[in-house]
């Protein structure tokens, strides 16, 4: 594959990972995952991590990870275009959803750790707590799949292409965000 491909590609099944935490914004809000809880006087998490946006962000996630599936499928692609074959692409969707809000969480764990209040500004933790978790997760639990997008190959290429782009991604998506209201912060 040549490194214009395998760049978009990497960014492309990354989509999953980047998706859920814009839409947990939207369905924020009720009961936090942390149930007001704190610990060495200072909140686990927060009232910023809640289980509608876990439950929804990652739901979200996954409907648009189905969709690029299916985009996949109709493209006649027999690994759908970088998530692998089935029914491995499905989980690996569902991992890439559900681990960037889990690194999302540890984030605002480490943050509350740190003193920070909700929606404080952490330089590097808000951008890429999401991208470690979902990285992690899918290097954990699906390696090999892992390993020949990020790695393998002119992989690497894709890896540094979307750690430069995520930080990029992230503040557009807050400024909207901001803009129209939905969030408090524009980071
Ligand atoms: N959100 C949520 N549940 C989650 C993640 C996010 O409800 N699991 C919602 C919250 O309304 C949150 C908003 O999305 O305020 C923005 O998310 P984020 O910037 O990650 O949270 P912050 O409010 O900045 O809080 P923290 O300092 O803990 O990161
Ligand atoms: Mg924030």
Redesign the pocket.
């Known amino acids: 594959m040549d490194v214009l491909t395998s760049i978009a590609i990497g960014i492309w099944v990354f989509i999953p990972a980047l998706v859920?935490?814009s839409a947990?914004?939207?369905?924020?809000?009720?009961t936090?995952?942390d149930f007001g809880r704190s610990w060495r006087g200072r909140r686990v998490?927060?009232?910023?991590?809640?289980?509608?946006?876990?439950a929804?962000?990652t739901l979200t996630g996954i409907l648009v990870g189905l969709l690029q599936l299916m985009a996949g499928d109709l493209y006649g692609s027999e690994d759908y275009l970088g998530f692998g074959p089935m029914p491995q692409a499905l989980w690996i969707v569902l991992v890439l959803a559900l681990g960037s809000?889990l690194g999302?969480?540890a984030?605002?764990f480490i943050?509350?750790r740190m003193g920070?209040?909700?929606?404080?500004k952490?330089a590097g933790?808000?951008q890429y707590?999401?991208v470690v978790g979902a990285m992690l997760l899918t290097l954990l639990l699906f390696p090999e799949w892992f390993l020949s997008i990020y790695v393998e190959g002119n992989g690497i290429f894709a890896l540094v292409a979307l750690l430069v782009a995520v930080p990029v991604i992230h503040r557009l998506v807050?400024i909207i965000?901001f803009r129209k209201g939905l969030?408090?912060?524009p980071?």
Request: charged residues 30%.
């Open positions: 859920p935490n947990a914004v939207l369905f924020g809000g009720g936090p995952v998490l927060g009232d910023g991590k809640t289980w509608r946006g876990l929804g962000g809000l999302d969480m984030g605002a943050k509350r920070l209040e909700r929606g404080a952490a933790l808000d707590d999401f807050n965000g969030k408090k912060e980071w």
